[in-house]
């Protein structure tokens, strides 16, 4: 009996540790991450991560392992001071030309001039879904959480706690939704004065350099894909570690709602959804649906 109990624990141990495998990452950016490009531009120190970019070049990160549903979530701190044509990315992706993405991107300015919070989604290499908004705080004095939860229901973009925007699974209605394909994390610096600041009217002043933006305290509480076997097993609400299937998960609180809505009334100053210019009328279909 008591070596069948022994076998009995060990196995709701290993049971347990898959799946805190499966489920959290709290990333120490050298050993979660690998370098893309700017290997001399970045550094990692007590977990924490420096990008650098110069006129020799920018510097990038991406995540080893790709994730299937859950929520990733960062502390980043901007390039302060005068960071026009400068851009911080920080993103999910899948690759190949149908791939899937979730952005935030954070395009500079000049002095005392604010950042555009630029957020975008591609679904089977579809995107043109940007919505921008300006921050209500100092992106650059200190270090603020942006988290990216994406879910079987929807997709929702957090800023220090608070839902900016959301993007809601309409797949049986035909429109493409981001649920197939697993994304690799990203966090990158580079300039792209041609169009980042003011549409391109102001470039990047290299007198500045070096610029530096920085993150901390990565967490991935996520699905770790494992191939296409993770598309139906990911999405599965009756295994518990699958927390992001909960129906508390599909929709925001009244609470979350009333938060967003302040912060998209006050702030947002570019919807996709608004351009009937851009589209001649003909308007992307997700946005005659309800979001939130």
């Known amino acids: 009996m008591a070596g069948l109990r022994v076998q009995t624990l060990i196995f709701v141990l290993v049971a347990a540790l898959a799946i805190l495998d499966r489920t959290f990452v709290e990333a120490n950016f050298d050993k979660n991450f690998i370098v893309t490009w700017g290997k001399h531009h970045i550094g990692t120190t007590n977990g924490n991560l420096r990008l650098v970019l110069d006129k020799s070049a920018g510097s990038a990160i ?6 299937l549903f859950g929520t990733v979530e960062m502390l980043i701190k901007l390039v302060p001071g005068n ?5 911080a990315a920080y993103y999910m992706s899948s690759t190949g030309t149908a791939h899937d993405e979730i952005d935030f991107e954070f395009l500079g300015n000049s002095t005392g001039q604010p950042y555009t919070i630029h957020t975008n989604i591609f679904a089977k290499g579809k ?4 919505q921008q908004f300006k921050p209500w705080f100092n ?11 994406w879910n079987p229901s929807e997709v929702v973009w957090f800023v220090d706690g608070t839902p900016i925007r959301v993007f809601r ?10 649920n197939k394909q697993g994304m690799k994390v990203f966090a990158s610096l580079w300039s792209a004065d041609d169009w980042a600041t003011q549409g391109g009217r102001v470039k990047t002043n290299w007198t500045q350099a070096p610029f530096v933006a920085e993150g901390r305290r990565y967490k991935a509480r996520t699905c770790l894909w494992q191939g296409p076997a993770s598309i139906k097993q990911c999405a599965d609400p009756t295994i518990k570690s699958n927390w992001w ?8 609180t009244r609470s979350q709602i009333d938060r ?18 851009r589209f ?3 308007m992307p279909p997700e946005c005659s649906k309800r979001q939130f």
Request: proline content about 5%; charged content about 20%; glycine content about 10%.
């Open 260 to 277: 967003m809505q302040k912060i998209r009334s006050g702030f947002m100053i570019y919807d996709y959804c608004k351009d009937t210019n």
């Open 62 to 67: 991406r995540s080893k392992v790709a994730h």
């Open 169 to 178: 699974n309409y797949e049986k209605e035909g429109i493409a939704y981001p």
């Open 139 to 149: 992106p650059t004095n200190g270090f603020h959480n942006y988290t990216i939860h």
């Open 83 to 87: 960071s026009a044509g400068t851009v």
């Open 127 to 130: 995107g043109d879904r940007e």
């Open 280 to 282: 001649k009328g003909v």
């Open 245 to 252: 299937t909960s129906p508390s998960f599909s929709q925001l």
